[in-house]
């Protein structure tokens, strides 16, 4: 039986990042750094919290597990600022392509960015499916 081609997978991506790591990141390279990674939405949101190197290293995670999902990277294809990870409404997270990726998912026909993110004070990981 066929699936219906809106379930169809298109990619995944898995990464994870070692908090401890990102957080000498966050220290050596600090404002720089983060402007350069994450945009002003996730910013706000990880500057909200008591351990921000925790939350920034998972949507770090979360945007090379896009770039592995689409199988460009980061890099011409695919820039830190092109993929942006919220939360909705149900306080569950989601990612919002824009500029490059959003072209990049219009080109692959990707329909939804599905992602599930986890965190401890060691190790930071994020999965995708790109349907």
């Known amino acids: 039986?066929?699936?219906p081609a809106s379930n169809r997978?298109?990619?995944i991506g898995l990464d994870l990042v070692e908090v401890a790591r990102f957080e000498g990141v966050l220290e050596r390279q600090g404002e720089r750094f983060v402007k350069r990674v994450f945009t002003e939405e996730e910013q706000r949101y990880c500057g909200t919290k008591k351990e921000p190197a925790m939350f920034y290293a998972a949507r770090f995670a979360?945007?090379?597990a896009v770039a592995k999902a689409f199988g460009t990277g980061i890099?011409?294809?695919l820039g830190w600022l092109d993929i942006e990870v919220f939360?909705?409404?149900n306080g569950a997270p989601m990612v919002r392509l824009c500029g490059k990726g959003a072209e990049l998912?219009?080109?692959r026909g990707v329909r939804e960015v599905l992602i599930s993110l986890t965190h401890?004070?060691?190790s930071a990981g994020a999965s995708v499916v790109l349907q």
């Open 1 to 3: 039986m066929k699936e």
């Open 9 to 11: 997978i298109l990619g």
């Open 62 to 64: 979360a945007k090379e």
């Open 75 to 77: 890099g011409a294809s």
């Open 87 to 89: 939360h909705g409404s």
């Open 105 to 107: 998912a219009l080109q």
């Open 120 to 122: 401890t004070s060691v």
